[in-house]
């Protein structure tokens, strides 16, 4: 494993490429209503990467080895979707929720980051599903300081999620990220405290918990992207790109319209 530490130059150029994946998240927010389909985000998405920021939207003809390459410039996962749901013609509806996944390339660098939605009037199952993930989330980054483990990260976002009746995708996680999209550590939302990587100043990575309502277990779909839960069952994500300080954590993915830190996490 290469784990690549990033120099003041490339933590700045990491921050504005954070920055501006957060911002289309914003821009988009207020398009996230019944009636739109996931083709019509992810051309805005695209259009205000590239029109307005400046940015490549990294998704688009991603190929990662045994893959096709991804045909869009977001990933849109709806409901059952677990990740890497493809834009289609697809209309949004009432009650659904979705995971917007928005990863900007700006001067070489990436931002990676994703937010759930709710369209419309979500079920008090959907809308609880999609609090104790963005909880989870927090609490994972809660415990990034220098000298912490990587399983600390794991350990404290499984203990929670299964603590409230949910399961853990365990075949995807979150990652590192620098130039490249996807960079060593790889960083699973469970495991054991105290084990796994020591962290230090200069990591950066993704803490990104794939969250059920259901079981775990999960397929692809015949797009050969799409991920869903086996047991059609609800599923959420939420992500944030973090910078590993000499003290604690820096959040690279935060804008004006990020959701704060639930208040009860230290």
Known sequence: MSITLKTPEEIEKMRVAGRLAAE???YIDAFVKPGVTTEELDRLCHDYMVKVQGCIPAPLNY?????DPYPKSICTSINQQVCHGVPSERVLKNGDIVNLDITTIKDGY???TSRMFIVGEGSIQAKRLCEITFECLWLGISVVRPG?????????????????????????????IGSKFHEDPQVVHYGKAGTGIELVPGMTFTIEPMI??????????PDGWTIVTKDRSLSAQWEHTL???DSGYEILTLSAGCRPKPDWIA
């Open 243 to 245: 910078l590993v300080t």
């Open 212 to 221: 059920n309502a259901g079981k775990a277990a999960i397929r692809e779909m």
């Open 24 to 26: 289309v998240l914003d």
């Open 148 to 176: 912490a483990r990587l399983g600390d990260i794991g350990a404290i976002i499984q203990k929670h999620a299964e603590k409230n009746g949910y399961s853990v995708v365990r075949e995807f996680c979150g990652h590192g």
């Open 110 to 112: 990436h931002g990676d």
């Open 63 to 67: 190929a990662p080895a045994g893959y």
